[in-house]
């Protein structure tokens, strides 16, 4: 809430609006006001208005910065209008984004009900929720409950969800900003539209950080996709932001910022609270051990990520709140509104890679609302310094990303269907009518939900043999419910729109088989792992021995060289307006000297040796490298695009006979590793907008991509389940891999709406379309093509990053008939001829 | 029995390899199934047919057409190789009422097959202890194959442990071969020097990675050689993995 003001001014400032909210504050009721005064605080201007607009029934979306007081503004109205409460109902939802937020809510907001004695209940409900409790709640809900959009959409399913809805006053949804134009935030639109129907009357407040375009999230939040009220409250302080100047050699690739570890750590050492941000969860593991073979003071430096367990998690929660830390290296799992209590400093290693994402960390640090952050940039190499100075410019000048709003994701359709089916009896009028009430879903069809609809009801294949297999069966009414208990079963186990990679637990061993659960990896990492290998997880290193019922059972070991868990989820996307943010940061070598020495001297090489690339021109190098060669196209156009200009570039490569090994992204450009080398001429066909009609199609249906899509929308509508997600001991004879069905619905059944449904979700989930085909008709014609001896600076960046796609064709036939046993097969080729020949007539 | 001419582009575009069992040579091909010239004989095992339409019992609402497309596969095989005999290694229904659920349509082509083949062997497996009568074609528990050697040669559909040369199913091999470039992930076939476990040729059938501690207890990593079936290819793996 409001600080201690510090200047004078503020003190005059502060002291009058305190005395004019005194005067405004009619609707907060003499205990309240009391409360306040007792704290130290004032009503601000914005909470009275939240008041008055509750009052008024008006639904309000409130964007304030971080620290502003935001989350109990919101629950303002809740607490004075239940004052007086004597009834046991369900008055207020609360919905977070992350489980950690709401244990957080929940004790912020036990201080102010005890202490004014208020006779208001408060619960969570997550995933972590024991069963007894869920089942406590369903019976006598508390008057506040806070809880994620899975577990309302569970609770929802249920044949009790009008009882337990149906006099909700608010729903309060927080951290609105992280929800718009993702599948999450479809889901939660879907779960608020079916509240509507339960309880038509309740008040929705919405909360967020700062945005780019107010008006679409206020669109978003609203009933029936009318905007719903907006209330922002201005940034009144710029957050200090410097990159760090280190006397060691930035790297030019990497991602680990090894180089700074000194730095880091006096930097920490010199600060009284330190919150350091990786961009992944290797990056935390590594720069959690690098830091503690620094830490000769022996400082106390936590780890914190999502995939440790949950009690190790809580742990190193009570220990912040309670002072106890001066440093925790964490991934964005603390970049929502947790309040950590006083957070000095805010140090982001690796690219921040979004405007409104770092400023959400900077928040971290001083969470009061009218003082100054103080954050510190640590760049991983050259490029990301370009990155961080492209952000710092961008908020100075008060510039965020724009997160736009786009029609929501059709997978989740089914599993709403059958949700709600699953709570009561439902018809398809009725659902139509409730999903065009979510404002994602405002352009849905009624062809489109009809498809859907039958993909519920019985899999909407045009083979249907057999009734009885139906997932939902008609009644005598004409309304349909789940055909069997066990429908429902799956459903519930099913329910969520994140899908995961199948994760191990990790089991730290002591002595035989005994050992303590200590967090997850993904399926993938274990794999290939082999027993003796070492890797870093929960911040010491382990020695794998093996898998064993579904658990990575790993030891403590001294080793010196870690495999490393390469975990995925861990890249971040890089938001348009920072990219661009870069280019132009490029082409005014008057501001390079806001860059560390090290860059500027970078980018003055480039300059010499190849070139900057220009504003209205592509650069495209191409240089010798390890027995291939390599071509870069500097793009700028962001990690989506490129990635689909590099698998449509190597199949006319491919076509031309240049035999393409594989291709990189980085948000910046794409770099393409072949055999055979690349003229002026190949350019021109190369980089050509025609590329998108002729090889596009071509790819569409046979690129791997389309089946990674394929198996999230399998998922989330509910076709397969969730790998490991039960402990049935059929699950592992139930679950094979997605492409399979993908196959099979591709050959049998070419128009299936799960076929189309995959293929809208990768062109806009994978490929930027749209972004693309601009890029190819602006710079067509418009290219510098520079044939060079050996790598550029400038390209070192984009080439080490290891994250490559692989081509399927030639080039990679003959690496593999290099590495594979053909010899052996060729001599008994021979034989099989004899054998043949002797056979013939 | 097919023609040199015709074997030479397959071998040729890697979508059959030639390998070494029991002193003799035997044809892998993607499609998951081994051809054995010396006796003209097609083995295949773990059809899993209808086991779409069993997960559908359970609330699933896969495409049940996996009976189809694993019907296709078998008779693009015999097509292929016309072979004099067929031997099934088992599990070639998902249960006891899978037969029972056989579109017509699939039954009649099921039939088509069968008899297109001068001798026919279903081999029983754990999923279908009986072969339905109307089906044609012999039924075996085991059958033994003889080498021109005059070698014996087991085969059942999961195999005992004896030392007997054997030729079995069951497992559904799958692996993944990592090279600097790529990974690649698929059904595979696990051979030693006495043992031969064929990848399964169903359309829904998951699998057993050959990492796992059952296959390397079968078919221990230093005295194996295994094949990896990916992307209408058969890839050696190096020796020992």
Known sequence: MASKPLLAKRRINYLLYVMVSGFLSALLPAEFAAWFASQGWAVRPYQQTMLERARDGQATLLIAPTGAGKTLSGFLPALVDMQHETAEYLHTLYISPLKALTQDIHRNLLRPIEEMTLPITVETRTGDTPSHKRQRQRKRPPHILLTTPES????????????????LKYVIIDEVHSLIGNKRGDFTTLALARLQTLAPGYLRVGLSATVAKPALVASWLGPTGEPVGLLEVADTAKPNIAILQSAQRMPFGGFMA???????????????????FVNTRAQAELLFQLLWSENSQVLPIALYHGSL???????????????????IVTTSALELGIDWGDVDLVIQVGAPKGVS???????????????ASQALLVPANRFEALECQAAIDAIAQG????????????DIIPQFIINCACSAAVTPQELYQQILNAAPYQGLSEDEFNQLWQFSVDGGYALQAYERYQRLTEQDDGSYKPASLRVVQRHRQNIGTIVEAGKLKVKRIRRGNQGKIIGEVEEYFAQQLTPGDTFLFAGEMLRFEGIRDMQLHARPDKGKEPKIPSYVGGQLPLSTYLADGVRRLLNQPGHWSALPQQVQEWLALQQAYSKIPAPDKVLIEQFPYRRAYYSLYYTFEGRKANQTLGMLITRRMEKLGLKPLSFSVTDYGLSVCALKPLDESHIASLFQPDILG???????????????SFRQVAIVSGLTEQRYHSTRKTMKQVTFSTDLIYDTLRQYEPDHILLKVAREDAERELLDLRRLADTLIRFVGKTDFIDLPKVSPMAIPIVLDVRSEQVKGAGEQALLDQAALYAEAESMLDEVRELLSSAQP | MLSESQLQPLILARQVLPFRFGE???????????????????????????????LSQYASPIPRYDSKSTLQTIAELITTYSPERVLCLGDSFHDIGAFSRLLPEDLQQLNTIVASVPCWNWLVGNHDPAIPASIPGHRDETLILITRGGKQIKCQHIPDTSDALQIAGHYHPKALLTTPVRRFRGKALVTTENLMLLPALGQYTGGLNIEDGVLTALAPKRARQCYLLCEQRVLALPKGS
Request: charged fraction near 30%; hydrophobic fraction near 45%.
């Open chain 1, 258 to 276: 090894k180089y700074a570890i000194a730095d880091i750590y006096q930097t920490i050492a010199k600060a009284g609270t330190t919150l350091v």
């Open chain 1, 399 to 410: 510039a965020r990303d724009g997160a736009s709003v786009q029609s929501g994701a059709m």
């Open chain 1, 309 to 327: 367990s949950k009690e190790q998690r809580r742990k190193t929660e009570e220990m912040m709140a309670s002072g106890k830390l001066r440093a």
């Open chain 2, 24 to 54: 003799s040579v035997w044809l892998l091909d993607h499609r998951a199934a081994v051809y054995w010239p010396e006796q003209d004989c097609l083995l295949i095992a773990d059809l899993h047919f209808e086991k779409g339409s069993f």
């Open chain 1, 152 to 167: 309302l959409m569970l609770m929802l399913s249920y044949a009790d969800a009008p009882k337990i809805f149906g006099r």
């Open chain 1, 357 to 371: 994402r770092l400023l959400q960390r900077i928040g971290r640090a001083n969470h009061r609302f009218d003082e």
């Open chain 1, 694 to 708: 002729d090889e596009l199609e071509d790819w569409m249906l046979n690129a791997p991509m389309l089946k990674r």
